[in-house]
């Protein structure tokens, strides 16, 4: 440990790169370009394979472009498992960037095919599915992972050694929020992204809850494992109208076993907001602060003394903030370095020494089951929910 | 009107000065210079006497530093009613800065003495005791203002103005929060002021909804005049159990007539926290945001454009936003500038001149009947009850 | 010492309040209102007469709408002085707020009549005109004071206290900026306030150099008492040609007879620029950065520690920093609390009570030497020059 | 052009990889990393070679670490060379990442040898040295790229097409800073990487200057390209006296040849400074200013306008704002991102398909140039010089 410093430096984690490959991702997606610079960047995958698109043709186009061979370059992801299964270099892990509504066939069928995975969040439709990919999983002895992005930066890993060592005494309130305003407009002439995302027949129950409020979940959940919550209610609406049932705006208060209170606020209608993804968590004796926009500053709030701002790369930190610093303090890190840790992590637990938490099958299934609860707290009209 | 420049210079805004007295506000209260900085600062009006301490002597050695004749210097109020009563130049308009649950009382003995009122908020206990006293000050006359301190600000009235011209387009969320970390500790040692605010039987229903929370809900209905609440859901906790039932820490959440929801969080427990009041009010084009930290800011976010900083004291302000504007652009205005507006409209209103809007009797009615309708969602279990 | 809580609450720090008068400051005033609103709030004093403006009816009339008897109200000058004079309860002390080029005259005369003085900033024209009042006050046993505006906020004092209590280390760096872009444009039918301030026969030898310089000089020095300047550079250029050879661009290096070394600059051509005026004091092992646009929060930086933000009115602060806190903490101080600290402190002077620190004739005659060297130094082409 | 998305997708730019080598930055160096994690993160450049360190056991150990054939860790650049020029799969480009006094020679043998150069700032000791290099590489037809890694941003880009639009109006000030506070202390105990810095010989005849200020220098360029330097004063110390006669402090100003003016301050005893660089363009109508900490807002102030925030990825930024985003709106790019840029151009350059300005042998030129110019007017007293 080189306290002070930067941890990351490029040498390969692993006895050997992995052979990876991706469904979806391709030239259209938003979110391709992240899944591979985070993968990529460390020599820890290789990009072997892929069936990037819907599109066959453009698919295939896009994948020699990001160094796969044409051979590789498969029309679905059906052939890419048939494919690859029969190769001795076949693929070892897939990364599954499609919607929401093929998560779960394509994992499963992955899985089947002894191939690891790494899969969009929200990961399934329900706790059931879930469940019985986990066990696949078990069963075969391979890895979910999944791409909760933002929490690869340092700081969180830093908000929760904090916690743990009980710096802030014991938590009270947790408020978080991930609000935009790229849905303020109707959803006329939106891309296919969007669309999928507002029909409940390929989004889920959820539109914001699931594709956005899923992030605040998991990284509570990182910085609060000792919590569990013990009630629920959450409180949603659709303020363009054709998106109802699914929700553009949700506000969630939630109570823990420890008696903590938490409000968790879920929005694309937020008008123009652009400091988009905050968290506080508050205990007994101090508070943190924590917004992904500005992500290598920690506000560090001890009750009657100086408010604090922790830089990261910073020799003050504790040593859980410093392992997975990638530029070193007054070098920012931005979202595709926290990337890179998640699918660092990810490698690490495929080659079967996973670190003390990473996005998994577990993180994904709660998140499932957090979906579950907001959705039955809504259906009773925004009532109080026991969790289950 | 001088559009870029600063409105207020210190003419008097009055025929003549009014005669002012105190009940409270002496040299150990927290608040009592707020309101004397507030009234005296443009000649509007004269202080000439008090009854400013439980302690007789200590309130009258107080008072003739403040420039009260010793003889106008009183031991209580009722003292203070029959003396002055009984002058030709007695007092006119008398501040009430005691413990909440005297309010009632005094504003009552007050008023039917023929003297006009300024209480601080919460204002009494009840909608009750509220119609009671605004059908006694319209009997006889007379004006009651309540002393919601912040709203004095220039940003206030230009928040206004763009949400009342459609800047912002059809209101949708509002989410608001006055929190902060003094109370985080418990009450041993603590000062009568707080012990009396954590005491039902002197505090009323609730201790930070009615310390704290009615600024929230007072600016929230200046800048939102058009919006009824419809329902209401108060989800509070004492965190330090000796405050139970009152409450350190609580979240309301409110749909109103439009469709719009708002969130309003109060605590003070929030450790650490120095950001202590925040406004956000999201439309369907664009949102203002307000820090009462920061008061010459606002935050104005347009969907698809840069984020836009506007300061206080500019000609691109709305009239409204310059109308009482003290210091003009790049000389900050402070807290005690606000308290002087909030006193000069009242003084407006005392010469029968009212301004369009000012903290009167309906405001504070308006406070009360939110708080007892947060009282009967949290006594319900934080339940959504319907708006009475 | 109230630790924590606010020092100033009203009660009057002299035996009696003083008789104010002034001249200039009137309705067309930039800074009048500054002035009343210093002086007045705490009955420190009284304004019984004023020569309020060049328009004697407008003056009259104004002085009246302030609170002024008519009778009091002067056409000029030398009819208040007449008049005052021979008056038992005559004036005892007058602020000048009128151009630079008339202050040597009217503090002259007032002195000479035995009325102290408040004066606008820069002071006079040259340091042989300063010396020669000095030596009038001296002789007469009156007080001249300089509004340096700023300089009253609670958190300069601190800045002090850290200062001289090692809490920085040896002092190296000094980066000092009151910039703003209110005169980016020409001044093409501009105010004859912004008139006189470019033009040499009554601005004096410089415009925004004294115009804004001189609270950035006056307050390095409340800070940095132990330093005196060894050399310093003055690089000015107008970027309105009319306003040639005063500047309204300029940048000033100092080097400090302890080796620290500071930039200051002063523009009045800083297009948008709202985050004016701001300081930096770096030591050998931390600095304070204060922004007066945020007077109510100190950054302070310890090399290798988490960056600070110190709040006013918190008991962590020095005492120095708590002793003219108005609002306490979380509440707002503006400019006018600032102002208002510096009109008590030059009360207490007037008293015989003079406070450790105020802005006197030695401050102001500190300003005008240092306009002097700066003048020196850029007719000299920009080259530094031995300080003098 | 994919306005308001990424423009950076991971897709080959170029028609195949370029075969890449490291001198320098191994396994204990600040900057290996940076130039690693820019270089392969879009398949770009293939690490097939390095001379990583002078410890050539460790070097080779590293260079095996991050994927490098065993047989082609070299134990000097000289063996890189030797062996590399014999292959038929040989090294095309190679990073120079060694102390300063190395540049020169190693880029001289790797031109000489028929090799591509990207090689750390600042470039090297002379412009006499620069020219030599400069018609070195252009009789081979070679490109040598210098690594000022924070120009990749699209922000830098932003600024300059605002600029070049006459967005700002003609330009009038422009302020510069690079500073921290890590070497506030002395040097006892320091690492050798900041040894070699304050050692003349080996630093070149600056330490912070070159070190840092060439940055402000570079970007400055990218952002004024029709501005020349004209005259320039420097004005540096050593706070560490065993730094002398290099510096750890300076402040450079600088006229253009449009009249407009420049200062520049470099540090790096700053103490607890992270806010450490920025740069503010001021023109006759608005001025734009960019924090490198906060990369992704830029703030644009027109004078007498709301001020603007600007958020990378958003569909209002000027084409060139988007043309190399990597992220989109919401995401953080971090200073790995803009190190990628930097490392595609030059491959850009590579292929024969330069981008329409990159950090190329002119660029590392005029920063020697610059540093010259500074040195000549330090060694002067800090006097004014003509710029040659």
Known sequence: MKIGGMMINGELQLARPLRWGMVGGGRTGQVGYKHRTGALRDGTYHLVCGAFDVDA??????????GVAEERCYDSYQALIAAETARADGVEVVSVATPNFTHYEITKALLSAGIHVICEKPLFFSVAECDEIA?????????????????GHPMVAQMAAMVAKGMLGEIRIVDMQYTHGFNAGDDTGASEAQQWRV?????????????????LQYLSEIVLPHLKIEKLLCDRTAFIPSRAPLEDHATVLMHYDNGARARLWVSSVDAGQMDAQRYRFVGAKASVEWHAARPDELLYEVQGEPSRILHHGMPYL??????YDRMGALHTEGLGDS????YLWIAQAIA?????????MAAGTSGVRW??????????????VDYA
Chains 1, 2, 3, 4 share one sequence.
């Open 318 to 323: 504790e040593e859980e903030g410093h392992e």
């Open 199 to 215: 029909d409940p027949a390929r989004s889920g129950g959820t539109f914001v809850l699931g594709d956005i409020g899923t992030h």
């Open 339 to 342: 990337w890179a840790n998640i």
């Open 352 to 360: 079967g020494n996973p670190p003390a938490r990473y996005p998994d």
């Open 135 to 151: 066990a696949l999983a078990r069963e075969k002895g391979l890895i979910v992972g999944v791409t909760y992005g933002y929490t």
């Open 371 to 384: 979906l579950e609860n907001c959705i039955r707290s809504a259906e009773a009209g925004g009532a109080w």
């Open 57 to 66: 043709a453009r698919g295939r186009d896009f994948g020699m472009r990001v």
